[in-house]
């Protein structure tokens, strides 16, 4: 078993994760499209910015505590929705819902989620979020929304970058499936985690139930993947935000935003708030990271609307440097399957505390004892610049001075 207390990083949970989880789940959670050319781009550029450090400072009575949609949280992380937190560990979603919710952070439940809506709601008390796949089905989608609804999720987390499929070649290799299918290959992975094994045959949820039961027709699991993979919608367009808000009541967070163009776009459109997100690199391949592309969204529309950013936050020091470029809050997607698969509830918490901690760290060198107040003059600002600034390095005594855009 893995001791929890002895892991001080985000990577240090990864490679627990990799020892207790069968190849091809750990592998779904750690990959990216084609040449993972932007998933390790998502990690990469953060370590491109530095921090400012400050001195002789007072730093008594720090505080982390900030809102994310009007909602108290007790720092400005979220849970992201990830597929298949259930096949890390046995009830997953459940579990970093419970983490979360124990927290003080917000739960954001995947559409392809193992665990249904009516299993996080049935095991929380604080209500979480639905993030929502528009597909060919509407009827279904209806159907998804007002069981939302009934769970009395407070917020929908649209995502509109999956009109497509991005391919993910591990996946493809691993022969990948929820429930998996029972080959010479896939029995060999999970033989090699026998407590895996044993807690997977202790629940009942092992495939997608927030779609099992939910659809027409009489659905295999071979059927059941040809459907979900033929109804992700092409069609998706901007109009369709104005519907789901319709149908659901309540606030309306648009994910998958890279552009200043489409962040404008999904503002007009009545987005609540926006993520700024490129499907943890698991996309387009070849699209910058979130960090780069932050400081132009922020600039576009950062007046106008909170804004998030999911996609490569690893440690509380990336946090900070969202933050810094004007992020409301931020998601974590990965740290939450890597902490699910090495320790369930448990694991998730430990690495909340890890972020949180170096978050307080940080700030606090950084200068400042409130998280309200980070900003631009707590980094070395145009390390990372919009697309549009000059691309020659700033003179060593101009850095500290001039601000992104």
């Known amino acids: 078993m893995t001791n929890l207390a002895k892991i001080l990083t985000v990577d240090e949970m990864k490679t627990a994760a990799r020892r207790a989880v069968p190849k091809m789940f750990f592998e779904y959670a750690d990959s990216g499209s084609y040449t993972e050319g932007t998933y390790r781009a998502n990690e990469s550029d953060f370590s491109k910015i530095s921090l400012r450090q400050k001195v002789a400072v007072n730093l008594e009575g720090r505080n982390l505590k900030t809102t994310m949609l009007g909602k108290p949280i007790t720092m400005p992380v979220a849970i992201a929705p990830a597929a298949t937190g259930g096949m890390q560990i046995a009830d997953g979603e459940i579990k970093a819902a419970k ?18 809506i009516e299993d996080i709601a049935e095991n929380t ?33 649209l995502t509109m970058d999956l009109q497509i499929l991005g391919q993910r070649h591990k996946d493809i290799h691993n022969g990948l499936s929820t429930p998996p299918k029972f080959t010479p290959y896939s029995i060999f992975q999970m033989m090699q985690h026998p407590i895996w094994c044993a807690r997977m045959l202790g629940t009942r949820r ?30 998706l367009n901007w109009a369709d935000i104005a519907w789901v808000k319709k149908r659901f009541g309540g606030p309306v967070i648009v994910k998958g935003v890279l552009d200043p163009d489409d962040a404008q776009a999904a503002i007009d459109n009545g987005a609540d708030a926006i993520i700024v997100s490129n499907h943890g690199g698991r996309q ?3 699209a910058p990271s979130t960090i780069r592309v932050l400081p132009e969204i ?19 020091q990336d946090v900070l440097k969202a ?25 998730v918490t430990r690495v909340l505390d890890i972020i949180a901690k170096e978050l307080d760290t940080t700030m606090a060198l ?6 309200a107040n980070v900003g631009l003059h707590n980094i070395y600002s145009n390390d990372i610049a919009p697309r549009n600034a000059p691309s020659s390095p700033l003179p060593a005594g101009e850095r500290s001075t001039r601000s992104v855009g």
């Open 99 to 116: 983490a979360a919710e124990k927290f003080g952070i917000p739960f954001t439940l995947s559409t392809m989620a193992v665990c249904s």
């Open 125 to 157: 008390s604080a209500p979480f979020w639905f993030q929502l796949y528009v597909m060919r089905d509407r009827g279904f989608i209806e159907r998804l929304i007002d069981r939302a609804k009934a769970a009395r999720c407070s917020a929908l987390v």
């Open 206 to 235: 092992h495939t997608f139930r927030n779609i099992v039961g939910h659809v027409g027709g009489d659905h295999d699991l071979a059927s059941l993947s040809a459907w979900t993979a033929s109804q992700f919608d092409p069609t």
């Open 284 to 286: 387009l391949d070849g």
């Open 298 to 316: 922020i600039e576009r529309v950062g007046h106008k609307t909170e804004v998030y950013l999911d996609s490569g936050i690893r440690s509380g």
């Open 323 to 347: 933050l810094a470029y004007g992020a409301k809050g931020t998601f974590i997607g990965r740290p939450m399957l890597y902490g699910l698969g090495a320790g369930g509830e448990a694991g």
């Open 366 to 371: 950084c200068g400042e004892r409130d998280i």
